[in-house]
């Protein structure tokens, strides 16, 4: 509660039953000030109760605009655009005929992130390898497998 002039806060004066300013000395009656601040507590509210129907209309109109998605691809199928057989096709088609162009891209690509190429490449020889041991061990698995000491 803030004084109608100077906005200094107010002070209730029990023995008087008013409220008092300490700046300017102004005394104000109770059911003034109270007023005031329900007012200005009502517009507050009515700004949040505008601000909360609108997100519920606008999250309302989100779940019929899904549901008639929904309806749509139930009775009408996918679009073919939303088969992963169907991009691909696409992105194979463009990078066939823009194939100088997305060379460029990828060298850009790798020269930008070359520590992450590089790992991955190495990650990609670990498995290599990985495999072609896993191979040769069930290959020798009629053989007793034994396991070379560090020592």
């Not at 129907?53 to 655009?81: T, V, W």
């Not at 790798?110 to 520590?115: A, D, I, P, V, Y």
Request: contains cysteine; aromatic residues 6%.
């Amino acid at each position: 509660m803030n004084c109608l002039k100077c906005t200094y806060k107010l002070v209730l004066l029990s023995n008087r039953r008013q409220y008092k300013c300490a700046l300017c000395s102004n005394l104000y009656p109770p059911k003034d000030i109270e007023n005031r601040e329900f007012q200005k507590l009502n517009e507050l509210q009515k700004i949040q109760d505008v601000s909360n129907l609108n997100l519920q209309r606008k999250q309302k109109l989100n779940q019929i605009r899904d549901i008639k998605k929904a309806l749509k691809h139930l009775f009408n199928g996918k679009p073919e655009s939303y088969s992963k057989e169907y991009i691909n096709q696409k992105s194979r088609e463009w990078r066939a005929k823009h194939r100088e162009q997305d060379l460029k891209r990828k060298r850009e690509y790798n020269q930008r992130n070359k520590e992450v190429v590089n790992l991955r490449c190495r990650i990609r020889n670990y498995r290599v390898r990985q495999g072609q041991l896993a191979l040769e061990l069930s290959e020798d698995l009629d053989s007793p497998i034994t396991i070379p000491s560090l020592c």
